[in-house]
């Protein structure tokens, strides 16, 4: 599975952004998807999944009533949609596939990562 997230970019805080990750191949519905984030300086952390048929998600803490993960499996897409950014969303985002059944936070249980895509939010 290979994955390209995109959709990052500059935004004021209170702003909306969307990202998006693409999967290529067969694989894409028969994985568990993840979202996660890295600021600098900091480690990645998880922000939030979906499992695979896209009836089940688990957002952390941190962005709970502000990011919500969604997917279309006849897209091979899978999205997390950004409200309310604050400055301190402000991290690359990463989309990561993982052929289990649970969401899991701990992203070593991850079988495939995308690049990154860029995220600042500006005050």
């Known amino acids: 599975v290979q994955l390209q997230a995109y959709g990052g970019g500059l935004v004021q805080s209170g702003g909306y952004l969307r990202l998006s990750c693409v999967a290529s191949?067969?694989?894409?519905?028969?994985?568990?998807m993840g979202w996660f984030r890295q600021a600098p300086g900091k480690e990645r952390e998880f922000v939030g999944g979906i499992n695979r048929s896209g009836d089940s998600t688990y957002t952390a803490d941190s962005v709970k009533g502000r990011f919500a993960v969604s997917r279309d499996n006849a897209k091979n897409t899978v999205y997390l949609q950004m409200y309310s950014l604050k400055p301190e969303d402000t991290a690359v985002y990463y989309c990561g596939a993982r052929l289990g059944v649970a969401i899991t936070p701990k992203d070593s249980s991850y079988d495939y990562w995308g690049q990154g895509t860029l995220v600042t939010v500006s005050s």
């Open positions: 191949g067969r694989t894409f519905s028969s994985a568990v």
